[in-house]
């Protein structure tokens, strides 16, 4: 009896394993992937887009383009080949249909590869897509696809967003990789804070905090890194430009500061010295006062002194303490500004409201949805601003 | 008055004889392993879901609670050194109400085991394996429980034990890599509940995940020292609780509630979002599935065993080996029941919220009819004398 | 005679033809074992000298040894006469040629012939004086029968006859010829000691015993095999091994029963636990410095005469990454080492697997620039990568097997060309991809670090299920067949010895020798699985040693010129918290 429910349980594991080896459902070989490396959005201006889904298939119509790695170009090592120089590394293939899945679909039918987005590492949308018909629609297809990495780039495009991708600098041989570096060092620099696609993707869910992203323009083989997209729930309402950044990674809390900025000299109007963060803390504090919300702001700034255009100047504590109000006063002035513009655009980038959340669970209670927390930020909050700047180096010796 | 018990009981039974082997150390890494199932990808949504930012204080409570069973199982197994919680249950509960419950019992842990494959074969399908059929994934996950539980069970506890560091390691190595992208504004409120029933909920969907704890039952009689079973028991409850809770403020920290509603399995998401830059490997969410892999086997495995051994003694088999197979092919076909996702955590969070008063009900049940035995025989000695 | 012969001759045929005899007991055997290993034909002379007796006439003892081996070439029968108190005795010595030490027999002739006569030797009878007092030689034996004699010849050994006694006296003068005890070849290491077991058994017991002289230290002895005969001898440290593992040992051996026994691994197969397991549950060495240190720690050795590996049991896994050399050399070197070992090992496993599941089915995990190079370096590859990585194995596994069956002069060659060559002409040709060849070379190397041989086989013939697996699942089979490995490792006992102690179940003093390799004087027990007497090995006290280290050549500024009992006494004090 046990020799023969052994046995045919063996039978039945080798049967099973045998119907197992029949079928390697998912083995795909590297170099027969359609390995899409990065995408641009744009919209559908002339012709109405084709559908391929089926004629129930909804929406405004987007023309994607995929850039795509063809294996071979890129030589192994660090030596290129002698020949091909000239040669695109990439290959970039556009398609249109009215949903993104369905243009996906049509640039899988001009492509003999299967599509694989796990190397993706850019995702470029065109402005106009943004302001209009928004984000929502458009990236719960990358959302679902389980191939999509959370760490990866979704950029606003200032006009053509192909264009953006077609860009080939020289510094690297595949456009995207050079893309993402650019991105990957404005953060290390400290120009733009670290939005990757998972991280908007958590701020678009959440209600008290409105997404951002970078904004980018593309020109030949240029590519300039203009700032930041404002968003107000998934539709773009403006932009940051890059000194307007800096009070949004100041009141953020950012560690990581970049920017530099100058200020008059002291009893020298003619003459400035500029200034550059190195380090900032920000803390953010909140009461209620007769059921307002009532913020204290607090921004401490560590930075060095990177030029003095005037040689009167002997830096000297003294100069370096004016320095340190001065700048401090500059930058609250930046900042008041950003926060009155945030106001009249009813959007709250800083993420205010979070903090309401966290702290007022009852009086969230009333707000609940992202537009209401909108309008109490735009009317009802109260931010009073404290700026500390510490001049810490300055370069040369003081006398 | 107990070890009159014992005796008797080992003239009763032929197998009460035990060898014993197994120390407190094995009994609370295994505990700690079987506890960590497949649950751990998904429970940050359902609990999220039910509470929103007091996910991480239910989950506290929840392993309070369950701690509270441990020790009532711990109790029970040093009252009963000789005996399985199967023999001593029959004994409390009489053979006919004992049957049942254990069939009963048997029955639930089948169908645990069936939806936990079930659940991490959807993961592997979604996430890794996309084309290739769940029935597959389903069935090699099967047939790695099904052969390790033919196991004696020695062989169980060693493997439980051995695979304790690869259950909680990845873990922690993923709220370590992600802890920079946390934000504990997204932890606050703490406790802020606007519907007690929905906390009660919650708290019974997270304890549901620590039903392998039964599996005790069966470790303790094989223990050197099973008096000392509730230091084990202790130690690999809190370990596998504050697994759960690290991992639920580290996921709530870095998504918020808004995203995890979003999210199917947000820990796994969570190692998405986790990153080595200066590794050669660029994406760790693969590498988490296949580690993750040895922490449903476990799972699965506990949950098989406990179903085995409650049908062998149900059955009156001496070895639970045979029954492995003959299950095999129901488990499987269970596990393909559900219709789709949606439908499958529909069957967890009910299986799981009903269930819970079986598994943690009868260790209550027993300590309470033991103790009321206890008492009716003081007073029959005292009226003696 | 002749006749008489042939007759017993098919009687004999008849029996082995008959199936296995069922009361072959343990006398069965040791009868049996008379039969001669030399003997190139069928004749058995067992049967023939089981039913007869030595008679008091010297010619018919002789006659009876002459027509049983006399067809043997090797077989020399020596007739003498010497004188013993004036009496003539005629004497027969016995020896087979070769096998025996010609120069031990010579002197023994020459004693015999020469020296009685000028001694005046007293006794009760003849036989007595010249066993007693006559043979100037340490090993002699009284043989009573000639089953017995016979017995004693075959193994080499002389037998000298004397007239008018129905005994003989066995002379020990055994001489097979053996090689001088040489370096080690499978494992080698660079600090320990080089000497390596060879064929002899009674060689390698006193290489044993060389190195430990404790009158604990237990040599048993058993013969298996009824053809060969062949001795076995297990050997322990009583008070320190577990007596039921003695007795198990003991118990296995005896069960043993075949009519030959090549050598140690040929034993293995029959006292092993599982044997359809690919790992090896016995130990097997080469060096005796690993066998002491095993009998030390509690295990038994068993060896095998012919055979220059000596097995110990129970076994487990750290044997795999474990070598004797890792106790000769500082802790921190020796862990890191270790650590090497362990990781190699795990190389030689999974890499390859790891590398088919990368490359087919999760590219995502590759960094982007990597993936693009990857592609391009397969572009024109025409096989699938499990394909392509699994012939390279494959070629690879000839390769090494070829390397060891060719002389040493061109096996070196032969790998260099096989490496260099294929490698390069294949990727040239565009039959594999440079990489894929970086992978098998990586994982070829990681196998060689393993310093255990048989161990090492095991992990290699894994990997290759371990690639199909990782063909059809990706990562996800990987661990799979992992965990599937893993649980059979768990389940594994050697002597009921769990496969994977002292890791699990854990214990302290184990976990000190098995991941790392502690400083020797923490590791104060035996392993605490081999359940041994003594556990305590290290008596002195970590405290003790380390105050007792003083510092006798401290440079001493203060008061140099003065006598320099003074200037020590500070350091004394400071010695002494």
Known sequence: ?399 | MTDQRNNSSQSMKQESEKPKEASVIQLAMSIGTAIIGVGLLAFPRITVNYVMTAAPAATAMAVLFVLGIGILVAYLGSQYPQLTMFEYGDQLLGKWVGCIIHALLSFYYLELAALATREFGEVVVTSVLQRTPVEVTVLTMLILAAIASRNNVFVVIRILTYYMPWVYFPVIVIVLLTLKGGNELNLQPWFHITHPMSLLKAVLTISALFQNILIAGMFIPYMIHPERAWKGILIGVGGAGSLYVILMLATLGVFGTEEIKHILWPTLDLAKTASLPVFFIERLDPIFVAVWVTAVFTGILSSYYCSIRGMAHVFQLYDHRSMSIFIFPVIFVMSLLPKNIANLYTIVEIVGQFGIILTMGYPVLLVLIHLLKKVLKKKKVLRHA | ?577
């Open chain 3, 1 to 577: 005679m002749f006749l008489r012969m042939k007759y017993k001759k098919r009687a004999q045929q008849k029996k082995t033809l008959a199936p296995q005899n069922h009361d072959e007991n343990l006398v069965n055997r040791q009868e049996n074992r008379i039969k001669n290993e030399k003997s190139g034909d069928s004749q058995k002379p067992s049967e023939f000298f089981l039913h007869s007796v030595f008679t008091k006439e010297l010619e018919p003892n002789l006659a009876l040894f002459e027509n049983a081996l006399g067809s043997n070439m090797d077989l020399l029968i020596r007739r003498f006469t010497i004188e013993l108190n004036d009496d003539l005795i005629s004497c027969g010595l016995v020896h087979l040629d070769g096998s025996s030490s010609k120069t031990d027999i010579n002197d023994i002739l020459a004693a015999l012939m020469f020296t009685i006569d000028q001694s005046q030797q007293r006794g009760t009878s003849a036989f007595r004086v010249i066993y007693s007092q006559c043979i100037p030689y340490a090993d002699v034996a009284i043989k009573n029968s000639p089953r017995e004699a016979a017995d004693w010849i075959i193994a080499g050994n002389s037998i000298l006859f004397l007239d008018g006694y129905e005994r003989v006296i066995g002379l020990s003068t055994q001489a097979f010829k053996e090689r001088a005890v040489e370096q080690s070849q499978t494992e080698q290491v660079i600090q320990g000691s080089r000497e390596a077991f060879i064929e002899s058994i009674g060689t390698n017991v006193s290489l044993i015993r060389k190195r430990m002289r404790s009158t604990d230290l237990k040599v048993h002895k058993i013969q298996i095999g009824e053809e060969t005969a062949t001795n076995v001898a297990f050997c322990y440290l009583e008070g320190i091994a577990n007596e039921a593992l003695v007795n198990e040992v003991k118990k296995r051996l005896e069960v043993v029963k075949t009519d030959s026994l090549y050598g140690s691994g040929y034993l293995e197969q029959f006292i092993e636990d599982s044997p359809f397991s690919p790992f090896p549950q016995v130990q097997n060495t080469e060096r005796p410095d690993k066998a002491v240190a095993s009998i030390l720690e509690g295990r038994v050795a068993i060896l095998v005469d012919g055979s220059p590996f000596c097995l110990i049991v129970p076994a487990v896994f750290s044997q795999f990454y474990q070598t004797t050399e890792d106790y000769d050399t500082r802790f921190l070197m020796a862990s890191l080492i270790r650590a090497i070992r362990l990781i190699s090992l795990l190389f030689a496993l999974i890499f390859p697997s790891v590398y088919v599941s990368l490359i087919e089915y999760n590219p995502e995990m590759i960094p982007t620039k990597f993936a693009v190079a990857v592609a391009g370096g397969r572009a024109g590859v025409p096989f699938p990568a499990i394909v392509e990585i699994f012939g390279l194995e494959i070629i690879m596994e000839i390769l090494r097997e070829a390397t060891i069956r060719l002389p040493q002069q061109i096996g070196g060659a032969l790998s260099i060309v096989g490496v260099l060559v294929i490698g390069e002409a294949a990727v040239n040709a565009g039959f594999v991809s440079p990489i894929t060849v970086v992978v098998v070379s990586l994982t070829t190397i990681g196998s060689f670090a393993t310093p255990a041989y048989n161990a090492a086989i095991a992990l290699r013939m894994l990997r290759f299920p371990l690639m199909i697996i990782s063909g059809i699942f990706g990562l996800y089979g990987v661990m799979v067949g992992i965990i599937l490995i893993t649980n059979h490792l768990i389940k594994l006992e050697s002597f009921g010895v769990p496969y994977l102690s002292p890791l699990l179940p854990g214990n302290k003093f184990g976990f000190f020798d098995s991941i790392i390799r502690a400083p020797v004087w923490m590791m104060s027990k035996r392993p605490e699985q081999l359940q041994t007497g003594k556990a305590t090995r290290i008596k002195v006290n970590q405290e003790t040693l380390k105050n007792q280290k003083g510092r006798p050549l401290a440079p001493q500024y203060q008061n140099i010129s003065e006598n320099s009992s003074t200037s020590s006494t500070p350091n004394d004090e400071s010695n002494q918290p």
């Open chain 1, 1 to 399: 009896m046990r020799k023969w429910i052994r046995s045919s349980a063996l039978i039945a594991v080798l049967v099973g394993g045998a119907s197992l080896l029949t079928g390697c459902w998912d083995r795909l070989e590297i170099e027969e992937r359609g390995t899409i490396l990065g995408i641009a959005i744009d919209p559908v201006n002339d012709e109405p887009p084709k559908n391929i889904t089926g004629p129930h298939a909804r929406g405004v119509g987007y023309r994607i383009s995929a850039q795509i790695a063809i294996p071979g170009r890129i030589p192994l090592g660090p030596t290129a080949g002698g020949g091909g120089k000239t040669e695109q590394p990439v290959w970039i293939l556009s398609a249109t249909g009215k949903t993104v899945d369905d243009a996906m679909e049509r640039l899988q039918e001009d492509l003999a590869d299967r599509i694989f987005i796990g190397q993706m590492r850019i995702i470029i949308v065109n402005e106009q897509i943004a302001r209009t018909t928004g984000m929502l629609a458009l990236q719960d297809y990358f959302r679902r696809n389980a191939e999509t990495r959370r760490l990866i780039w979704m950029i606003i495009s200032h006009g053509d967003a192909k264009q953006v991708l077609q860009a080939s600098p020289k510094l690297e041989r595949v456009p995207t990789l050079y893309l993402v570096g650019t991105m990957e060092h404005a953060v290390t620099l400290g120009k733009i804070p670290n939005v990757f696609l998972g991280n908007y993707w958590s701020t678009l869910s959440s209600f008290g905090r409105e997404p951002i992203l970078p904004f980018i323009t593309g020109e030949d083989n240029r590519i300039y890194l203009d700032g930041l997209a404002l968003f107000h729930g998934d539709k773009m309402v403006g932009t940051l430009n890059t000194l307007q950044v800096a009070p949004y990674m100041e009141l953020t809390n950012q560690k990581q500061a970049g920017y530099g900025y100058s200020v008059p000299l002291p009893d020298e109007p003619n003459q400035s010295a500029t200034l550059k963060g190195t380090i900032r803390h920000t803390i953010i504090k909140l009461k209620m006062k007769q059921n307002k919300p009532f913020f204290d702001i607090y921004v401490i700034i560590n930075g060095n002194v990177h030029e003095l255009t005037s040689s009167r100047h002997q830096l000297s504590s003294t100069l370096m303490e004016k320095l340190s109000i001065e700048s401090a006063q500059f930058l609250q002035d930046g900042q008041v500004k950003f926060i009155k513009r945030m106001k009249r655009l009813g959007i709250d980038p800083i993420g205010l409201g979070e903090y309401v959340r966290a702290q007022y669970p009852v009086y969230w209670s009333h707000i609940e949805t992202r537009n209401r927390w909108d309008q109490v930020f735009a009317k009802d909050a109260t931010i009073r601003l404290h700026n500390t700047f510490n001049v810490v180096r300055s370069g040369l010796a003081p006398h």
